[in-house]
């Protein structure tokens, strides 16, 4: 089975600051991870995914994450965060390529001005 | 090209009411999930489609759930009769059936209050 946990419900951070939004993952298989992020009335919208390869990857508005296969960690970032970032985030994985999803429990990132 | 639509984007019931949740999928997408998110907690998966067929349904949470998807294309939600703790927020979505890089796109969600 496979689980994933988001430690940080809640992430304040003022503009233009960097961002780190953490996720770990446990599963007996290998897994595809992804970012998810929820704008305000808005449905989920993917961010960034990995399948394989190179273990840092480049996602939408300027967020990256790093799949570390030792920690089972897949922690997002961004260097310098918009107030239009405000929104909530979900780290999910997948056993086949986006096909039934193990969702994380979310973050909600403020930005603040 | 629209995206998957869902219907209605809230609902308020009474315990023991029924409720019918919609999704339609972008048009040409095989593969339909449904997942449920309670309030606070990780958003779960319930089902998936084939088409019409069943693929997968062993989120479903017990049999006051009922979901079909005649002729492959929309698909209904229906919770009968409805409970305190199937309040939250359905999402449903879509995607290609095939190997490679297909992504799936989810829709913005049903919000159901349950009173």
């Known amino acids: 089975a496979q689980s994933v946990t988001q430690l940080d419900s809640q992430v304040p951070v003022f503009e233009e600051a960097p961002v780190e939004l953490r996720c770990n993952y446990s599963s007996s298989v290998s897994v595809y991870l992804f970012w998810y992020v929820q704008y305000p009335n808005q449905g989920l919208q993917l961010l960034l995914k990995y399948l394989s390869g190179s273990t840092l990857v480049k996602g939408i508005n300027g967020f990256e994450a790093e799949f570390n296969k030792s920690q089972t960690s897949f922690h997002l970032r961004k260097p310098s965060v918009h107030i239009s970032d405000t929104a909530e985030y979900f780290c999910?994985?997948?056993?086949?390529?986006?096909?039934?999803?193990?969702f994380g429990s979310g973050t909600k990132l403020n930005v603040k001005p | 090209e629209a995206g998957v639509t869902q219907f209605p984007s809230h609902s308020v019931i009474e315990k023991g009411q029924t409720v019918t949740l919609r999704c339609d999928p972008i048009?040409?997408?095989?593969?339909l999930y449904w997942y449920r998110r309670v309030m606070g907690k990780e958003i779960k998966f319930l089902l998936h489609f084939v088409k019409e067929s069943k693929q997968d349904e062993s989120g479903m949470p017990n049999n006051r759930f009922l979901a079909e998807r005649t002729g492959g294309t929309y698909s209904t939600l229906k919770v009968q009769p409805a409970e305190l703790e199937d309040s939250g927020v359905y999402f449903c979505a879509s995607s290609q059936v095939g190997t490679g890089d297909t992504e799936a796109f989810f829709g913005q969600g049903t919000r159901l209050t349950v009173v």
């Open positions: 048009s040409g997408h095989d593969n």
């Open positions: 999910a994985v997948s056993k086949y390529n986006f096909n039934k999803f193990y």
